[in-house]
Antibody, heavy 122, light 107 residues
Framework: QVQLQESGPGLVKPSQTLSLTCTVS??????????WSWIRQHPGKGLEWIGYIYYSGSTYYNPSLKSRVTISVDTSKNQFSLKLSSVTAADTAVYYCASQVVAASGNWFDPWGQGTLVTVSS | EIVLTQSPDFQSVTPKEKVTITCRASQSIGSSLHWYQQKPDQSPKLLIKYASQSISGVPSRFSGSGSGTDFTLTINSLEAEDAAAYYC?????????FGQGTKVEIK
């Protein structure tokens, strides 16, 4: 059973780069068949999909964040990562990693990590 | 981008009552619509996939229906443990999007 766990700094200064890692256990990223996503949730608000990566390294980013987002994968560590540059207070949110089976008509997110709160503040 | 609009935003319900949450898409998405439950301080949990398909381990009082642009999540005979926020999600086209959420409170 695949499990996901986010890790990274809980506090980032404005204008700096937010960096998070998601460690996958119970399955191998390199086996293929899954997209690996980052999703965020502003305090008390709804969910925003940031983007995903396939094990090959191909990515898709939400156009709303595309200019600042990089998602990468390290199959040797069974991890994928998020970098968000030039952060402001508006990037304060709980960040989740999640996976979804690759399918022509898209698919649901399951499982999700527990989420990690990142606060942007000086 | 496909916009998902849920209604209502908030609902206060008595136990054993029936709850209906709707999700309307700004364009047709077939059946590529999924529902999640999120309890306070927890990550979202998948409730229904592809508009109406049940998920193993999810109580049978949760059901979904709809296709195209109009979808419904129904909770039959609400229980206290169902107090949560509920979100719809479309995977039909990129970027993937979520509804704004519906908070269900137990009276």
């Amino acid at each position: 059973q695949v499990q996901l766990q986010e890790s990274g700094p809980g506090l980032v200064k404005p204008s700096q780069t937010l960096s998070l890692t998601c460690t996958v256990s119970g399955g191998s990223i390199s086996s293929g068949g899954y997209y690996w996503s980052w999703i965020r949730q502003h305090p008390g608000k709804g969910l925003e999909w940031i983007g995903y990566i396939y094990y090959s390294g191909s990515t898709y980013y939400n156009p709303s964040l595309k200019s600042r987002v990089t998602i990468s994968v390290d199959t040797s560590k069974n991890q994928f990562s998020l970098k968000l540059s030039s952060v402001t207070a508006a990037d304060t949110a709980v960040y989740y990693c999640a996976s979804q089976v690759v399918a022509a008509s898209g698919n649901w997110f399951d499982p999700w990590g527990q989420g990690t709160l990142v606060t942007v503040s000086s | 981008e496909i916009v998902l609009t849920q209604s209502p935003d908030f609902q206060s319900v008595t136990p054993k009552e029936k709850v209906t949450i709707t999700c309307r898409a700004s364009q047709s998405i077939g059946s590529s619509l999924h529902w999640y439950q999120q309890k306070p301080d927890q990550s979202p949990k998948l409730l229904i996939k592809y508009a109406s398909q049940s998920i193993s381990g999810v109580p049978s009082r949760f059901s979904g229906s709809g296709s195209g642009t109009d979808f419904t999540l129904t909770i039959n005979s609400l229980e206290a443990e169902d107090a949560a926020a509920y979100y719809c999600h479309q995977s039909s086209s990129l970027p993937q999007t979520f509804g704004q959420g519906t908070k269900v409170e137990i009276k």
